[in-house]
Nanobody, 120 residues
């Protein structure tokens, strides 16, 4: 009932920038916590950044000062601006959303993932 589409991944050299987008569609009443996760090869999925409905933000220590998460509630879209990228930022990035459907039932949804590769 809620579909997430991510875009913006790609390959960049160290020090480069990328901007990820996550657009939510479906029978949405409200999006609450939205977050970006990443999974590197052979590692567990980890939280990169999250944002609450009121605009609060939370970042993993490894990305503080380099990544910025934002959201457009009117468009049901979330962004992740990634600057000063490092090879260790390489992985598949997933968006995750908690919210309410129009039926007022709660939901959680995951995107399909977008590959980010940082390499010279």
């Amino acid at each position: 009932q809620v579909h997430l589409v991510e875009s913006g991944g790609g390959m960049v050299p160290p020090g480069g920038s990328l901007r990820l987008s996550c657009a939510a569609s479906g029978t949405i009443f409200r999006l609450n916590v939205m977050g970006w996760y990443r999974q590197a090869p052979g590692k567990q999925r980890e939280l990169v950044a999250s944002t609450g409905n009121g605009g609060s933000t939370n970042y993993a220590d490894s990305v503080k000062g380099r990544f910025t998460i934002s959201r457009d509630n009117a468009e049901n879209t979330m962004y992740l601006q990634m600057n000063s990228l490092k090879p260790e930022d390489t992985g598949v990035y997933y968006c995750n959303v908690f919210g309410l459907l129009r039926t007022l039932n709660r939901f959680e949804s995951w995107g399909q993932g977008t590959q980010v590769t940082v390499s010279s």
